[in-house]
């Protein structure tokens, strides 16, 4: 919804200007707010050009002289958002950041991911200065639970007078995230907007048809939501029950798919595909939620007779597959699949996943964004602000996996993916499809289209590097204050504001009791101060009863357990309760577990197993009958026969009532009772009133107590994380006492501080050690890659033999295997969560690829340990590995052989493909 109203400010006048469309309004008071001086948070759907604010951020930063970051979540968006930037303001203005690449970094305005800029707050770096903006490109990903911390890192980090601009995708709790905000930076306006630009259709397309998903008359139920289309409905139940008779093809298909255990694998997508050009739904966007999914659904197009593209268009996909090309060496252009790939893009199809290169995935979005791609197969990673909208987003599944296990998509996470559908200024309307299963039905899809609550959730906890920065800059009592300022620890205070209403009130009911218990005992003639001490006696004997009986039925049923576990075939006990008491003769030995339970048959003729309950005291043993090895003790006439030997063995049961092991005595619960006896209101009557007063006390003084232990946890967890981090850091030397009751950073500390990754301690420790002394470039790549790599399968565990090489490379690897497991059992100590162990998946990979081997050597190495890696997986954990030498180099003293074996080592890994990727 544009408007024409005035610009208000004389630069939002001089931006405004130069754009060729009118802004709309949520832009307008966004910008009004920044020239006004204030931070500003804005919250809009997905295509509805929040980015235009952090451009008048940009512009805004040049106009005063000041500079501006500019950060994104991931490499891709900083890229792109760099080259548009550029046509703006100029190479000369604009630089780039993403810690493998370093362009203009000096400039006014630089783009950069969001850890380049955590990691310029701890360093302090003088590139800070004049800093005057911050744009923070989908800062609603502080939720991501393996990065969001550093997000509110910078938050907290970044001096008090830079202005933060915050771009965030809608959330239901905005205007909570912006009460935080303006906590912990000042003055910030919250822009909510949840129009879209475009309007979105949401569609199932059931077979060869497609139907509205919800009633087309806008009838909503008795919640107001809206009505699913009964014609859908009744398609697809007709449908359930005839499947021969209406589209037999596809539901056979997707009865071989649920018998195959492949959930991906039924859907026609060359036909599907048909339909939505026959629906005028192209280009369209696939999300399907694994990378062999994407590929599986471009082979299967390959392997089909479409053409999306006219003559004239696939020229053009030509000549920019071409210019991506030109820097690629043309030995590696077979084992990276260039023929295939260049075929799909000329006939108008494409997949889009991490596993494939960069140069492949920016040539995708480039030939999307001009029309020259109709359809694309994508994983969710294109949903994070990379520019590529499309008519219509097609789901294929309502599942995805998140790195440990697979899970339903969120209404959040829904609309994220279904927002790319609408290109603003092209499309009329957006087009939401998703494609029906019966795993997939109806009623799902509307809870997750008509969904309106998307909260955003901190994933704040503290860590190693973390809290070797804040101490190192703030100290431990500031740490400990800054923590508290985080998002993390404000929604938990506003989490527990119900708790410490409660809190309060049964406070004032217990005021309020003591001065009524005060006046009655006074009008009693009794000293209040003796009867409610006479009261708390009472109540210490209470408890301790209480306790003594919790901890004698504990230590009996410890003990039973215990002795039930030693019963072995033939021995015969007592059962003293339930419906089968007397003897009984043990068939089976128990089972292992807190409560075992040997099988028996009871004197009766029962047979079952017992447990526990079914006795008073530990079960003794009175005798035994013999069973033969062979009795088939589960035949009724072996049963018979073993009844009847029970019988005949003269076992008796014991004689007289049951009666429970005799506690051991309590002197301390003795002593109390004394004084309760002796204490002179233990006599005194008329009392009465007094007493059901006190014991409303009584149960009020726990209600206080229980809530403030629930309050107080809440509350304390993060500096209770944070406590048991530094007492790591403390046992391993990383901090010590700096004489005046608080720690400082260590030596040996100040390497960890330039360690940013996720097993930084062990990184540290291992330098420290001294176990990647004395190797090769290349044998140092593979061995720091060890920390880094994660296979698909686990690829250490069988010894150190197994492990990939040289005798220098395996000596180290052991030796950081040795590290992890000694670090570990110091944060087993402290109670932190312990390292991931090293995984040597990469080893061979990159040691091959680092000593001048060819790409489709160091692919096969890879492979030789089980990791069959894409191209684009192979790139990117030479990023990696590029990127945490280069914190090694930096971290440690210049003189130490150990940096120019680092810097050696990037050189020999930053070459080719790798190269490519990087400039």
Known sequence: MSTDAPASGPELTAFTSRLDFGIDDFQRRACQSLEEGRGVLVCAPTGA????????????????????????????????????????????????????????????????????????????????????????????????????????????????????????????NAEEFGDWITTVRGDTAVIVDEHRPVPLHQHMLVGNRMFELFDRRGRGTEKGKRQV???????????????????????????ERRRRGNRTGGVNRPRMIANLEAEGLLPAIDFIFSRAGCEGALAQCLR????????????????????????????????????????????????????MLPTFRQAVEELFSLGLIKVVFATETLALGINMPARSVVLERLVKYNGESHVDLTPGEYTQLTGRAGRRGIDVEGHAVVIWTPEVQPERVAGLAGARTFPLRSSFAPEY?????????????????????????FQTDRSVVGQAR????????????????????????????????????????????RAQKFVRRVDGAHAIAEDLSALTRGQVISVETGRHKGLAVVLESAWKGADPKPLVLSEDGWVGRVGTDDFVNPPVVLGGIRISKNADTRSRHARREITAALQKSGIERPRGKVKKKAAEPDYELDELRRRLRTHPMHKASGLDELYRMSERRARVQREVAALEKAVHERTSQLETDFDAVVGVLVELDYLEDDGAGSLRVTPTGAVL?????????????????????????????????????????????????????????????????????????????????????????????????????SLREALGAAGSQGNLLSPGDFVRWNRQVIDLLEQIRLGVDPADPLAGAAKRAVAGVRRGVVASELS
């Open 229 to 255: 289309n009964s014609e859908l409905s009744r398609y697809i139940k007709h449908r359930m029950l005839s499947p021969d008779a209406v589209g037999g093809y596809e539901d056979r298909l997707s009865r």
């Open 502 to 545: 409660q809190l309060d009130n049964a406070d004032r009911t217990l005021r309020k009791l003591n001065n009524e218990i005060d006046a009655a005992a006074g009008r009693s003639g009794i000293d209040p101060e003796r009867f409610t001490e006479y009261v708390g006696l009472r109540e210490d004997i209470r408890r301790k009863e």
């Open 49 to 172: 050009g929040k980015t235009i604010v952090g451009e008048f951020a940009v512009h805004l930063a040049l106009a005063e002289g000041g500079k501006c970051f500019y950060t994104t979540p991931i490499k891709a968006l900083s890229n792109q958002k760099y080259h548009d930037l550029v046509e703006v303001h100029g190479g000369e203005n604009v630089g780039l950041l993403t810690g493998d690449n370093s362009i203009n970094s000096s400039a006014p305005v630089v783009v950069m991911t969001t850890e380049v800029l955590r990691n310029m707050i701890y360093a302090d770096s003088a590139a800070l200065v004049g800093l005057s903006h911050v744009v923070m490109d989908e800062v609603h990903f502080l939720a991501d639970r393996f990065r969001g911390a550093v997000w509110e890192e910078v938050i907290l980090g970044l001096d008090q007078s830079v202005r933060v601009v915050s771009l965030s995708a809608t959330v239901s």
């Open 465 to 489: 590097n973390m809290a070797m920065n804040l101490i190192d800059r703030l100290g431990v009592d500031g740490s400990r204050a800054l923590l508290r300022q985080s998002f993390a620890q």
């Open 304 to 355: 089909s007779d479409l053409h999306l593209l006219e003559p004239d268009e696939v020229a053009k996909v030509d000549a920019v597959v071409d210019a991506h090309l030109a820097e690629l060496a043309p030995g590696d252009s077979d084992v990276l699949g260039v023929d295939d790939w260049r075929w799909a893009l000329r006939r108008g199809f494409a997949a889009h996943h991490a596993g």
């Open 753 to 853: 501080r330039r360690i940013y990754s996720e097993s930084d301690l062990l990184v540290a420790e291992c330098i420290r050690a001294g176990v990647w002394n004395g190797l090769s470039p290349s044998d140092l790549a593979a061995v720091v890659s060890s920390v880094l790599f994660v296979s698909r399968r686990e690829s250490y565990g069988a010894g150190v033999d197994s492990m990939p090489g040289n005798p220098a490379m395996r000596d180290a690897l052991t030796g950081t295997i040795q590290v992890w497991e000694a670090t570990n059992r110091v944060q087993d100590r402290h109670g932190v969560v312990q390292t991931r162990e090293p995984d040597t998946g990469f080893c061979a990979a990159v040691s091959a690829w680092a000593s001048g081997r």
